[in-house]
């Protein structure tokens, strides 16, 4: 029997990861309650979509509309988890228009972009759809529960089990713990958090588990790229010059004019309606400073707006935007992971029942859905004998 609180595999994170591991789960026999508790108001983490509420019937990926599997290894379960997703129409290959900007704005159709690699899908509806349509085609019997807007900040493990509890004061009981966001283990926690010490460090002390030792120790020193995203509510009147009539389109800056223009890439995103959405990112660190330092928000919003048509300028393609229906700024809580790799032998932790997923480990695709994926599919073999 379970109390209202009581579960008996709690994930911290509502990513892609998350999704596919508690789908994948399910689907090996586990017949247990699963807690998804994450901090945004729905699935899908850095790959997830804005249903604005000063913006109705607008769906916006803020994130990356598409995602892209390279597996090279030609792992036998990421082949399979993306064919059934592929059989069940959940995703489809993406034809989408890929434009390289350069220096010379001349634009190539042929990129080496870490995004658009090898081959692209999109979901049939949106990215935080595709993560609760991974869940919803193994929760025939309803062991997940899903709880938005709750920010885990304190953890405590005695008589082994894992307590909980969240910013508001909601705790959460479980037998085991999987933490596909990192941010418990990390640095970052102290300011994100407010708290003084990193939330496992704080439930499990130095030296009482190598394994959680190592991996708190080597996340100190991996990178993470922070972005800054901007949403373009356009009119109902702007369009694109040209007749394209796909959904996405795709403009990935040359270092040169990011440097210039402080955009790394821009996705235009046709609505159910035509209107074109249009997200812009940026990972200049300067940019995003001044950002932070800008007193008048709508003046840095007019900057936007400037680089933007200075950008497509001589487009074939692209229109000026003279005006546009609103211009939401997106900070980002969670962080691309770069440079070091967590081995994925510090996966699973036996002594403490905990387990971690996402792409900040070593598997192909680190930094990218595909390794958050496949991190996810590793995990759920590993853990099955011990959940």
Known sequence: MHSDNSYDIAIIGGGISSCVFASTHIKNGFDGKIAIIENGRKLGGRSSTRNSFNNIGWELNHGSPNFNICNKTNNHLLQSFIQELLDSKIIESDTSDVIDLKENHLFETRINSDFLCCSNYIPRSSMSELSQKIISKENLNDQVKYFFETLIVKLNYDNNRWILTSKNGNKFKTKFLICSSNLILHKRSLDILKVNQIPLRKAIPENNDKKIDKIINLLTKQDYVQRLTFLIYTKINYCYKDNYKNKFRYFILSKLLEEKFKFERI??????????????????????????????????????????NQLFDKSNFINKLNDYQDLSIMIWRASQPSGLAIPEVLQVCENYNIAFCGDWFDFEGFGRIEGAI??????????????
């Open 267 to 308: 996705i235009f995103q046709k609505q159910s309606n035509n209107n074109l959405g249009i997200v812009i990112h940026t990972k200049n660190n300067e940019f995003i400073e001044e950002f932070f330092h800008f007193q008048n928000k709508d003046k840095f919003k007019e900057k936007i707006l400037i680089n933007f």
């Open 374 to 387: 496949l991190s996810a599919l590793k995990l759920s073999c590993k853990i099955n004998s011990i959940s």
